[in-house]
Structures are given as structure tokens and as C-alpha cells.
């Protein structure tokens, strides 16, 4: 079974005990042109073995069926080596215990089609944008930088990132470099469980939305967003979505719909 799957594991960056980030590449076929923001399937066999720190499995499942989750793709939509993914551990699930006892070299299963409408398409030119992200939801918003989002034009763009400690803010070394090359971007992060860290955090410690609600960005870019010259995207932890909306809904913000435009796009994982 495992000879059959399609893809290669090429590289594992281990960014914190339950997060990693998986770069994979196709075996004799290529990538599909995508969007950055979309999303694609990876699966193993039932009988790929689970990481020795997650919980057993509960059900007999046939060893060759194929346990199949998505993931947002972290890599440039320009890449035609490789596709990223930024995952973390669910040690009660079914896939996530499997991708973590991957190793380099080791075989899985990638979707041939890339979906999804979170995407900047329908985004108008000249509106800022703010992304926003707990965990692994930073994933497609670092697609849609390292797809050169930032290139040409006026627009602001501000990254608001949310983790619980500072060893799991992925991609951090990424964002304050793409701040320090330009005066268009800033990176805001935060982490809220203060207790557990090593050394002295110097950050926020605020809920995302509470830094939101705060006037973070309108501090950082001399603006206050509006729903006339910004766009905002929310990716991770449903509560945080939840909060986000009740919040930007007092300010006049609407969720995005293809028939109903507004400014505010959603990928919750819930
Ligand atoms: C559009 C989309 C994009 C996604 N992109 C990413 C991504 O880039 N990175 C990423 O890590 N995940 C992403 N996910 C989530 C991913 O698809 C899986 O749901 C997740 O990896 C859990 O899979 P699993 O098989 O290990 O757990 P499952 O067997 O599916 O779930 C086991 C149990 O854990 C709960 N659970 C599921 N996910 C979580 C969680 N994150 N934390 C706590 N409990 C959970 C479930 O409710 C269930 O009770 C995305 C989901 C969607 C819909």
C-alpha cells in the first residue's frame, strides 16, 4: 500500500513538541496551479503507525483504507518542487498521529486538486488587509506573502498572530525579516500562556481580538481600518473566529459571500 502513495516526505522542520511543518513533493507528477489560501488533502493507510506520544487507536480500522484530513498550503503558489504545510498534533486523531511518525523520504498521499475561497481574488486593489491567525491558521497567509502579495501597489498588510507560548509561534523568524524589508507590513504576535515561558516575553499577551478591539493595527499604520479600506481574514480556532465577528460586526464589517461582498473572510476549522 504505502509503495502506492504519490508523494514524498523531502522535509520535516519540528517547530514546537506538537507542531511541525511538513514540506512534501510529488512523485512523477507536478503540483497543480493554485491560489494562495487554498487548501489540499493529505491521507495514510490505516496501518501507518501512530506517534509514540499520541493516544491509541479506539477502532479497528481496515489496515488499508486511507484516513484523509486538509491542510492550508503554507508554500508559494510559484513553487512547482515542493507544497508546505504547517500541522499540529492532535493526539486523539486518526491523521495527525500518522503525519507525525512521518520521516524524510517516507511515502503519503497528496490530493491532485487545491481548493478553497480564501483567497485575496476578491479583495479590490487598493484595500489594506489584515490577517489574522491562531496556531497552525497562519498557514495560508504565509502562501499568500511568500507569493508576493506585497509587491507593487500602496496596500498595508498586517499579520495579528495568537499562540500559546512563544516556541509555537511558526514562521516568526519569516514575518519579523518580511517587517524589517518593508515599511508596508508589520507582524503582531501574541502568546497567552505567560507562566510556561522560558525566558522574559516582551510581546502582547492579549486574545487576538482583544488586540484587535485595542486598536493595534490603527496604532501600527496611523489608520483606522474601515470597512471602506480594509479587508480581513480570520484562520484557526473557532472561538477566536466567533469573537473576531461579534467584534467587526459592531464596526460595520460583513462577512465576505461570492453574492453578498463584504470584507471579512473566514477558514474556520472547527
Ligand atoms: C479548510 C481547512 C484547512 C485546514 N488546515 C489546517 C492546517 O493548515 N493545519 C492544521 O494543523 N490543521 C488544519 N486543518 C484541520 C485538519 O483538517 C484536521 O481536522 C486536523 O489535523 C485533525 O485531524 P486528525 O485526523 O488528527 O483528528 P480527527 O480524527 O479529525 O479529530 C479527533 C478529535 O479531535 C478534535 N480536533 C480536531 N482538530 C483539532 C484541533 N486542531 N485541536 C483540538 N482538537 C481537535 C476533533 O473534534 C475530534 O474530536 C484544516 C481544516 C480545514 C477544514
Known amino acids: 500500500m504505502e509503495n502506492q502513495l504519490n508523494a514524498i516526505v523531502t522535509q520535516i522542520i519540528q517547530v514546537s513538541p506538537a507542531m511541525k511543518i511538513f514540506r512534501i513533493s510529488p512523485d512523477g507528477w507536478e503540483l497543480p496551479d493554485f491560489i494562495s489560501g487554498q487548501f489540499a488533502a493529505l491521507a495514510l493507510p490505516a496501518s501507518a503507525p501512530r506517534v509514540v506520544d499520541a493516544t491509541p ?7 488499508d483504507k486511507l484516513i484523509k484530513r486538509v491542510y492550508s498550503v503554507a508554500s508559494s503558489s510559484k513553487s512547482k518542487e515542493f507544497i508546505e504545510f504547517y500541522i499540529s498534533l492532535v493526539r486523539s486523531g ?7 511518525n512521518l520521516k524524510i523520504g517516507d511515502r503519503i498521499e497528496l490530493g491532485k486538486k487545491m481548493t478553497g475561497m480564501f483567497t485575496l481574488e476578491e479583495v479590490p486593489a487598493d484595500n489594506n488587509i489584515v490577517l ?10 504565509i502562501s499568500m506573502l511568500r507569493s508576493n502579495i506585497l509587491a507593487g501597489g500602496t496596500r498595508k498588510i498586517a499579520v495579528i498572530h495568537g499562540a500559546a ?20 507590513f ?24 482583544d488586540m484587535w478591539a485595542g486598536g493595534v493595527v490603527e ?9 471602506e479600506n480594509t479587508h480581513l481574514f480570520l484562520c484557526g480556532n473557532p472561538k477566536m ?16 459571500k461570492r453574492k453578498e461582498p463584504g470584507q471579512v473572510h473566514v477558514e474556520s476549522w472547527g
Open 57 to 63: 487507536d479506539t477502532e479497528n480500522t481496515d489496515p
Open 94 to 100: 486518526a491523521l495527525t498521529p500518522r503525519l507525525f
Open 132 to 141: 489574522v491567525a491562531t496556531g497552525t491558521g497562519v498557514a495560508p497567509y
Open 165 to 184: 507560548n512563544s516556541w509555537d509561534l511558526g514562521y516568526s523568524s519569516e514575518l519579523r525579516l518580511l517587517e524589517s524589508l518593508s515599511d508596508r
Open 186 to 209: 508589520i507582524y503582531l504576535p501574541t502568546i497567552i500562556d505567560l507562566e510556561k515561558e522560558h525566558a522574559k516575553w516582551n510581546g502582547d499577551t492579549r486574545f487576538v481580538q
Open 219 to 227: 496604532k501600527a499604520w496611523g489608520l483606522k481600518p474601515t470597512p
Open 241 to 256: 473566529v466567533e469573537s473576531m465577528f461579534e467584534i467587526l460586526g459592531k464596526e460595520g464589517f460583513k462577512e465576505h
